[in-house]
């Protein structure tokens, strides 16, 4: 799935993902960015991730290059 990250708090490591397909938001699993490129994220940062047995996003990959800002919900 491609998504957004809406926020992310690199002391924590809590977080959110806006999965761009229908806006639905997800939590960042515990140790979602284990194995990949990413130290920290930034928010309107493009990912690609999985969702979890809990529904929380996990696995983050790059997403695609144009930063597409946060998105407007609600």
Do not use: H, N
Request: net charge negative; charged share 30%; hydrophobic share 40%.
């Amino acid at each position: 799935m491609q998504g957004v990250i809406k926020s992310y708090d690199p002391g924590t490591g809590d977080g959110v993902v806006v999965r761009e397909a229908d806006l639905l938001e997800f939590d960042l699993a515990d140790g979602a960015l284990e194995g990949s490129v990413f130290r920290m994220l930034r928010q309107g940062q493009r990912v690609l991730f999985d969702l979890d047995e809990d529904q929380r996003a996990t696995s983050l990959s790059l997403g695609s290059e144009v930063d597409m800002g946060t998105p407007e919900i609600g």
